[in-house]
Nanobody, 127 residues
């Protein structure tokens, strides 16, 4: 069983930056494609960013492209989401997720493609 623990959320003013992290334990981290999702109150969980097992391929939702960067450190069993130029509409609980059975450079973007989820970390952006 893979455990995922997010950290680094908080309150920031619009235009500011935050980096959220997700530490994994329990299995070989590099075996999993990773992703970040978010869920705002009253809304469905939505895709934010994904990274392949190798870290060599990434993809982003249009709403965050150019502002957010996903990365991973397989030696530290950690995936990161650097968020710059934050907007009030970025306010949400951010979840990291892991998908097994992926090829080395495969990306996963759907909620149902991920088997393991963290508990989430709150990000709030004030205007």
């Amino acid at each position: 069983q893979l455990q995922l623990v997010e950290s680094g959320g908080g309150l920031v003013q619009a235009g500011g930056s935050l980096r959220v992290s997700c530490a994994a334990s329990g299995r070989t981290f590099s075996s999993y494609a990773m992703g970040w999702f978010r869920q705002a109150p009253g809304k469905e969980r939505e895709f934010v960013a994904a990274i392949s097992r190798s870290g060599g391929s990434t993809t982003y939702a249009d709403s965050v492209k150019g502002r957010f960067t996903i990365s991973r450190d397989n030696a530290k069993n950690t995936v990161y989401l650097q968020m710059n130029s934050l907007k009030p509409e970025d306010t949400a609980v951010y979840y990291c997720a892991a998908s097994r059975g992926s090829r080395w450079d495969q990306l996963r973007v759907g909620v149902l493609e991920y088997e393991y989820w963290g508990q989430g970390t709150q990000v709030a952006v004030s205007s």
